[in-house]
T-cell receptor, first 113, second 110 residues
Framework: DSGVTQTPKHLITATGQRVTLRCSPR?????VYWYQQSLDQGLQFLIQ???????AKGNILERFSAQQFPDLHSELNLSSLELGDSALYFC????????????FGSGTQLSVL | DAKTTQPPSMDCAEGRAANLPCNHSTISGNEYVYWYRQIHSQGPQYIIHGLKNNETNEMASLIITEDRKSSTLILPHATLRDTAVYYC???????????FGTGTRLKVLA
C-alpha cells in the first residue's frame, strides 16, 4: 500500500459526460501528479500541483482540468468525454515534488462508452 | 519530451541477473535517474534512483556510467514476480515534469 488513495476504482460513463476523479496523497506529501495510461501505452504526464498551486503541465487536454484543495487532496475533472479518453488515470504524490520518489495510487479505470 | 531510451522488451531466466539498460544522453548535471516498475495495471512502484555513484538497495542495483549518459538497472536474482514493465525516467530540465517513456517489458521465464 503506497498510502495514496484514488477513488473511484472504476468508472463507466457515456460520451459527452463529465466525471471527477479524486486523489488523496500520502500524509505529509504536498505535491500531487496526474498521469494517464491508455491501453498498452506508457504513462502520459498530465499535470502537477504543489501545495495548492499548479507547478507543471504536460499534454493535458483543454477538456481536462485539475485542482488541489487546502487539505491537499486533488481532483481531476474530465468533461465532454470521448471514447479515446478511456484509460487508467494514476495519481502520485511526493513530499515536495523536486528530486524525490513518487508514490502512486492504484488508479481509476475510466471507460467511456 | 522523450528523455530516455529503453529496449521495448527483454527476457530473463529465473534466478539469473536481469540487466536493463537505459540511455539518457541529455541528462543535466544535477538530475537524478529514477527507476520504476509497473506490474500488470497496478500503480508504478519506485525501485531505486541515483545521481553519479552506483546505488544498491534491497530491490536492485543501479549502475550509472561516468559520463552519466546511460545507466543499467540490475535485478540480481530475478523471480517470476519481477515480470513487469520497467521505466527509467529523468526530470525534464528546468521543469518539474517526470516523463515516463514506454519502458522495457521484462519477462522472467521459469
Amino acid at each position: 500500500d503506497s498510502g495514496v488513495t484514488q477513488t473511484p476504482k472504476h468508472l463507466i460513463t457515456a460520451t459527452g459526460q463529465r466525471v471527477t476523479l479524486r486523489c488523496s496523497p500520502r500524509s505529509g506529501d504536498l505535491s500531487v501528479y496526474w498521469y494517464q495510461q491508455s491501453l498498452d501505452q506508457g504513462l502520459q504526464f498530465l499535470i502537477q500541483y504543489y501545495n495548492g498551486e499548479e507547478r507543471a503541465k504536460g499534454n493535458i487536454l483543454e477538456r481536462f482540468s485539475a485542482q488541489q484543495f487546502p487539505d491537499l487532496h486533488s481532483e481531476l475533472n474530465l468533461s465532454s468525454l470521448e471514447l479515446g479518453d478511456s484509460a487508467l488515470y494514476f495519481c502520485a504524490s511526493s513530499v515536495s515534488g523536486v528530486g524525490e520518489k513518487l508514490f502512486f495510487g492504484s488508479g481509476t479505470q475510466l471507460s467511456v462508452l | 519530451d522523450a528523455k530516455t531510451t529503453q529496449p521495448p522488451s527483454m527476457d530473463c531466466a529465473e534466478g539469473r541477473a536481469a540487466n536493463l539498460p537505459c540511455n539518457h544522453s541529455t541528462i543535466s548535471g544535477n538530475e537524478y535517474v529514477y527507476w520504476y516498475r509497473q506490474i500488470h495495471s497496478q500503480g508504478p512502484q519506485y525501485i531505486i534512483h541515483g545521481l553519479k555513484n552506483n546505488e544498491t538497495n534491497e530491490m536492485a542495483s543501479l549502475i550509472i556510467t561516468e559520463d552519466r549518459k546511460s545507466s543499467t538497472l540490475i535485478l540480481p536474482h530475478a523471480t517470476l514476480r519481477d515480470t513487469a514493465v520497467y521505466y527509467c525516467i529523468v526530470r525534464v530540465s528546468g521543469t518539474y515534469k517526470y516523463i515516463f517513456g514506454t519502458g522495457t517489458r521484462l519477462k522472467v521465464l521459469a
